[in-house]
């Protein structure tokens, strides 16, 4: 059995909150501050560890906080710094830690930096940036690359006359981390928010942050062409390396780096255990492609064979060797319910995926709005999205001559609005979320059924079985620490395996059918024998061991 080192960032669970839509304090219909203030004991009792704010920044938010002009304040409709320092000691308080968003692949337009760097090829700023000169005399861009929200990567500066390269929105100007004065600045930054006492970092699109030599023009396929020329690129290991080494080496924090179409093996390269670990963790995708491709816009049906082949990869492949990170929503998927669950089977199903990703090897992370299943918001026209990245995507769609009605089905389904709207605390006026007359972004209209509230009082509820299952985590350490074994991996309604530990077994059983279904013990297990744990229906257990699963049962079993 593989030697698993125990580590604060490897037993905690942490809870996500992205400001705008948590909870507004003061009536303006913005999540703020205030509001999260007034939830964190909410949040303690969820039996999370920690909480993830995405970002808090100062921002135009033209991307949501993704776009940063000053990395070392908080936006004015969140609050200020020192409203930010109270949340971090009243977090710390509850045992709570707390992570930032560290954003560095890019920053906002109106970033000073920025501001500077289009003043001239003289200005100390110039370089902090990619400024080229265009092809065919500067009518078109220095390469073909397009940004990741679907238009050309180069935007064009009338008073420099050269264009500068934004692998996200127009807005979201790309770092030159190759200049070592940038990098000096990011660790400065990262230095002040760990002084402050902030426990870790989320390193937003850390694996773009290394661009190909002399930015060659990359394959063209539809979305993100050039990829293959910043994701993953030739000093990537050097600067996550440098950060470690000058940074967060001094420091007892954790850090959890977002990388698309990430593989285990080359995952492993960047956080297997040892001396050359560059980061703790790593948010994949994979997983998030068992019903699309690449993006949640381009769909096909769900596959549980495929979503099972690539959890067995990662929890096998990082066994004792590098530490998993868990999760099924943030706030650029849409909900999981929606997806891989039944909108009929709600509460079944919520429960499920819970339990199916939980009890996997791993830190497993919260999105907002999950732990009470919240769903798609399903929003019918284009003018009630806000979303940059959706907006874009309806233009590119419009381009690709696709009808109105196909583009909004593909916005309803993929759509990170669909994560966006404010949180559904009570059943009463703007679902709780505000005490002024309007939120800032559309209440699901199913709040009134679903909502904190009504998840409170009772006792079977998607939210209590959260707790349950995070208390359970806790409490196991075969539940944090075990191994993974998959069984079944061909079924396409059954989702089944165990997890080892010390001499102590658990077996997790999800079914996917939205009918009842049947079940057999694998070998091995006599459930007699066991301890049913953790149960999604009432009435479960004194089966035998073959018995009939209800729709979207799950059940774990403790040996
Ligand atoms: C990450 C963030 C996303 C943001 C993008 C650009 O993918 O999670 O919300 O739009 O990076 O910063
Ligand atoms: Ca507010």
Same mark, same amino acid.
């Given at each position: 059995?593989?030697?698993?080192?125990?580590?604060?960032?490897?037993?905690?669970?942490?809870?996500?909150?992205?400001?705008?839509?948590?909870?507004?304090?003061?009536?303006?219909?913005?999540?703020?501050?205030?509001?999260?203030?007034?939830?964190?004991?909410?949040?303690?009792?969820?039996?999370?560890?920690?909480?993830?704010?995405?970002?808090?920044?100062?921002?135009?938010?033209?991307?949501?906080?993704?776009?940063? #002009?000053?990395?070392?304040?908080?936006?004015?409709?969140?609050?200020?710094?020192?409203?930010?320092?109270?949340?971090?000691?009243?977090?710390?308080?509850?045992?709570?830690?707390?992570?930032?968003?560290?954003?560095?692949?890019?920053?906002?337009?109106?970033?000073?930096?920025?501001?500077?760097?289009?003043?001239?090829?003289?200005?100390?700023?110039?370089?902090?940036?990619?400024?080229?000169?265009?092809?065919?005399?500067?009518?078109?861009?220095?390469?073909?690359?397009?940004?990741?929200?679907?238009?050309?990567?180069?935007?064009?500066?009338?008073?420099?006359?050269?264009?500068?390269?934004?692998?996200?929105?127009?807005?979201?100007?790309?770092?030159?981390?190759?200049?070592?004065?940038?990098?000096?600045?990011?660790?400065?930054?990262?230095?002040?928010?760990?002084?402050?006492?902030?426990?870790?970092?989320?390193?937003?699109?850390?694996?773009?942050?290394?661009?190909?030599?002399?930015?060659?023009?990359?394959?063209?396929?539809?979305?993100?062409?050039? %990829?293959?020329?910043?994701?993953?690129?030739?000093?990537?290991?050097?600067?996550?390396?440098?950060?470690?080494?000058?940074?967060?080496?001094?420091?007892?924090?954790?850090?959890?780096?977002?990388?698309?179409?990430?593989?285990?093996?080359?995952?492993?390269?960047?956080?297997?255990?040892?001396?050359?670990?560059? $980061?703790?963790?790593?948010?994949?995708?994979?997983?998030?492609?068992?019903?699309?491709?690449?993006?949640?816009?381009?769909?096909?049906?769900?596959? $549980?064979?495929?979503?099972?082949?690539?959890?067995?990869?990662?929890?096998?492949?990082?066994?004792?060797?590098?530490?998993?990170?868990?999760?099924?929503?943030?706030?650029? *998927?849409?909900?999981?319910?929606?997806?891989?669950?039944?909108?009929?089977?709600?509460?079944? #199903?919520?429960?499920? $995926?819970?339990?199916?990703?939980?009890?996997?090897?791993?830190?497993?992370?919260?999105?907002?709005?999950?732990?009470?299943?919240?769903?798609?918001?399903?929003?019918?026209?284009?003018?009630?999205?806000?979303?940059?990245? +959706?907006?874009?995507?309806?233009?590119?769609? *419009?381009?690709?001559?696709? #009808?109105?009605?196909?583009?909004?089905?593909?916005?309803?389904?993929?759509?990170?609005?669909?994560?966006?709207?404010?949180?559904?605390?009570?059943?009463?006026?703007?679902?709780?979320? +505000?005490?002024?007359?309007?939120?800032? %972004?559309?209440?699901?209209?199913?709040?009134?059924?679903?909502?904190?509230?009504?998840?409170?009082?009772?006792?079977?509820?998607?939210?209590?079985?959260?707790?349950?299952?995070?208390?359970?985590?806790?409490?196991?350490?075969?539940?944090?620490?075990?191994?993974?074994?998959?069984?079944?991996?061909?079924?396409?309604?059954?989702?089944?395996?165990?997890?080892?530990?010390?001499?102590?077994?658990?077996?997790?059983?999800?079914? %996917?059918?939205?009918?009842?279904?049947?079940?057999?013990?694998?070998?091995?297990?006599?459930?007699?024998?066991?301890?049913?744990?953790?149960?999604?229906?009432?009435?479960?257990?004194?089966?035998?061991?073959? %018995?009939?699963?209800?729709?979207?049962?799950?059940?774990?079993?403790?040996?």
């Amino acid at each position: 059995m593989a030697d698993i080192k125990k580590h604060w960032y490897k037993e905690m669970a942490v809870y996500q909150i992205w400001p705008r839509s948590f909870k507004d304090g003061n009536g303006d219909g913005i999540g703020d501050l205030k509001g999260v203030l007034s939830k964190l004991d909410y949040i303690k009792s969820l039996g999370v560890d920690a909480v993830w704010f995405s970002p808090l920044y100062k921002s135009p938010q033209k991307d949501y906080g993704y776009d940063i #002009s000053d990395y070392r304040d908080i936006a004015p409709e969140y609050g200020t710094l020192d409203e930010f320092k109270t949340v971090l000691d009243e977090c710390h308080k509850r045992g709570l830690k707390v992570i930032m968003d560290m954003v560095v692949n890019h920053t906002s337009d109106q970033h000073e930096w920025f501001l500077e760097s289009k003043k001239g090829h003289d200005n100390p700023c110039h370089d902090y940036y990619f400024w080229r000169k265009g092809k065919n005399g500067g009518k078109k861009p220095p390469n073909n690359w397009r940004s990741i929200f679907s238009e050309p990567a180069w935007k064009y500066d009338e008073g420099l006359g050269e264009y500068y390269l934004h692998l996200f929105a127009t807005e979201q100007p790309d770092l030159n981390m190759d200049n070592p004065k940038v990098r000096e600045e990011v660790k400065d930054i990262m230095r002040f928010w760990l002084e402050m006492g902030v426990d870790g970092f989320r390193e937003d699109v850390i694996t773009f942050i290394s661009k190909k030599e002399n930015l060659p023009n990359g394959i063209p396929i539809p979305i993100a062409t050039g %990829f293959e020329h910043y994701m993953g690129g030739p000093r990537l290991h050097e600067y996550l390396m440098e950060f470690k080494n000058d940074v967060l080496s001094k420091y007892d924090c954790m850090t959890v780096g977002e990388a698309p179409m990430m593989t285990p093996k080359k995952a492993l390269k960047h956080i297997a255990e040892g001396p050359g670990q560059e $980061l703790n963790m790593m948010f994949h995708f994979q997983h998030m492609e068992a019903d699309s491709f690449l993006t949640s816009w381009i769909r096909r049906p769900f596959n $549980l064979k495929k979503l099972k082949k690539v959890y067995a990869n990662w929890q096998e492949g990082l066994y004792g060797r590098a530490w998993n990170a868990l999760y099924i929503e943030n706030h650029d *998927q849409p909900r999981i319910i929606d997806r891989y669950g039944s909108l009929e089977f709600r509460e079944a #199903s919520a429960k499920m $995926l819970a339990a199916m990703y939980i009890c996997q090897s791993g830190t497993p992370f919260i999105y907002q709005g999950q732990e009470i299943g919240m769903t798609n918001i399903n929003l019918p026209e284009i003018g009630m999205y806000d979303d940059v990245s +959706t907006i874009n995507n309806y233009k590119l769609g *419009q381009k690709l001559r696709l #009808s109105d009605k196909t583009i909004m089905k593909l916005a309803m389904y993929a759509s990170r609005d669909n994560a966006r709207t404010p949180v559904q605390w009570t059943g009463g006026k703007n679902a709780g979320f +505000t005490g002024g007359e309007k939120a800032w %972004f559309h209440i699901n209209p199913n709040y009134t059924e679903i909502n904190v509230e009504a998840a409170e009082k009772d006792e079977n509820s998607i939210l209590n079985f959260y707790r349950k299952l995070l208390k359970f985590r806790k409490e196991n350490e075969i539940v944090i620490y075990g191994d993974y074994k998959e069984h079944y991996p061909d079924s396409d309604k059954l989702f089944v395996y165990e997890r080892n530990y010390e001499g102590k077994r658990m077996l997790v059983i999800c079914s %996917f059918c939205d009918k009842p279904c049947v079940f057999k013990t694998p070998e091995g297990f006599d459930l007699g024998k066991g301890r049913l744990e953790i149960a999604s229906y009432e009435n479960a257990g004194n089966t035998g061991n073959n %018995f009939i699963l209800q729709p979207y049962e799950c059940r774990v079993y403790m040996f």
